[in-house]
T-cell receptor, first 111, second 119 residues
Framework: GQQLNQSPQSMFIQEGEDVSMNCTSS?????WLWYKQDPGEGPVLLIA?????ELTSNGRLTAQFGITRKDSFLNISASIPSDVGIYFC???????????FGKGITLSVRP | GAGVSQSPRYKVAKRGQDVALRCDPI?????LFWYQQALGQGPEFLTY????????KSGLPSDRFFAERPEGSVSTLKIQRTQQEDSAVYLC?????????????????FGEGSRLTVL
């Protein structure tokens, strides 16, 4: 089945640093979404990407839809303590309606 | 409220019991999804409704799992004869779009989830 690969599983950065997260797949996706999940909460949408090559920003967040449609990255600039959480990439292939999620990256920010 | 609402937030069941989890999507949202999230994993698709029609149930792990959305709004996920491996967070998500072109519905808005623990 379709799989999205996110690594590493955990990242530790200093407050104020920038961080970049990658998501790759062997399958093509038509839509890429990045979600953040806090403990005990549901995932919250950060950025949605609908077109290959698209670069979209949302405040300190920037995400890109890879040209091959098999990858996406998320950048967080000038990290702050509330950026702590689990970041999931998710993709829609168009072959069906279901969103496929990666396993997530747990981000820790040291003050 | 304005968001997706799920209840109960926490459920502890003895092995073999039946459970029912409820989802109230955002008003007017056409699409409704159920996902299962095991500890330390990403959400895994269970089933998809477009209005009252269950268009995809390919992710339901066994015939003990059953979902319905009879009036195209509130949905219930029922798990019969619960097993320990059913322990997980069950997430409901909705979207204002329907998948009329087979291209997906884009962004999903998730509820806080129902955490099921089976003893």
């Amino acid at each position: 089945g379709q799989q999205l690969n996110q690594s590493p599983q955990s990242m530790f950065i200093q407050e104020g640093e920038d961080v970049s997260m990658n998501c790759t797949s062997s399958s093509i996706f038509n839509t890429w979404l990045w979600y953040k999940q806090d403990p005990g909460e549901g995932p919250v949408l950060l950025i949605a990407l609908y077109k290959a090559g698209e670069l979209t920003s949302n405040g300190r967040l920037t995400a890109q839809f890879g040209i091959t449609r098999k990858d996406s990255f998320l950048n967080i600039s000038a990290s702050i303590p509330s950026d702590v959480g689990i970041y999931f990439c998710a993709g829609l292939s168009g072959a069906n309606s279901k969103l496929t999620f990666g396993k997530g990256i747990t981000l820790s920010v040291r003050p | 409220g304005a968001g997706v609402s799920q209840s109960p937030r926490y459920k502890v069941a003895k092995r073999g019991q039946d459970v029912a989890l409820r989802c109230d999507p955002i008003s007017g949202h056409v699409s409704l999804f159920w996902y299962q999230q095991a500890l330390g994993q990403g959400p895994e698709f269970l089933t998809y409704f477009q209005n009252e029609a269950q268009l995809d149930k390919s992710g339901l792990p066994s015939d003990r799992f059953f979902a319905e959305r009879p009036e195209g709004s509130v949905s219930t996920l029922k798990i019969q004869r619960t097993q320990q491996e059913d322990s997980a967070v069950y997430l409901c998500a909705s979207s204002p779009k329907g998948d009329y072109l087979g291209l997906g519905v884009g962004e999903l808005f998730f509820g806080e989830g129902s955490r099921l623990t089976v003893l």
